[in-house]
């Protein structure tokens, strides 16, 4: 599967933004994807996942309550809805897909995204 991450920008903090990730193939409803992000100097870090129905997501701590997951299977896309963003949001944000279980780990998942630029100004 091949993926295409859109809809980064500079926005100021409080602010929304609505990330998506297309997915080519017709298999798209057989992985489970996820979100990762990673700022200047850190490591990437786990944002949110999806399980392939999407009746499962995770999120993680620093982005609960603020962003939501969700996917469409029938048009192959999986979005990540941002509100209340903060300074310390400011990274590359990237989709990814995994044959497995929906994981919270980077290693767990097979195809990634080029990425897109989230800076958020205070």
């Known amino acids: 599967v091949q993926l295409q991450a859109s809809g980064g920008g500079l926005v100021q903090a409080g602010d929304s933004l609505r990330l998506s990730c297309a997915a080519s193939?017709?298999?798209?409803?057989?992985?489970?994807m996820g979100w990762f992000r990673q700022a200047p100097g850190k490591e990437r870090e786990f944002v949110a996942a999806?399980?392939?129905?999407?009746?499962?997501?995770s999120y993680s701590d620093s982005v609960k309550g603020r962003f939501t997951l969700s996917r469409e299977n029938a048009k192959n896309t999986v979005s990540l809805q941002m509100y209340s963003l903060k300074p310390e949001d400011t990274a590359v944000y990237y989709c990814?897909?995994?044959?497995?279980?929906?994981?919270?780990?980077?290693?767990?998942?097979?195809?990634w995204g080029q990425g897109t630029l989230v800076t958020v100004s205070s």
């Open positions: 193939g017709r298999t798209f409803r057989s992985y489970a």
């Open positions: 990814a897909a995994t044959t497995g279980d929906y994981g919270r780990r980077d290693y767990e998942y097979e195809y």
């Open positions: 999806v399980s392939w129905s999407g009746g499962t997501k």
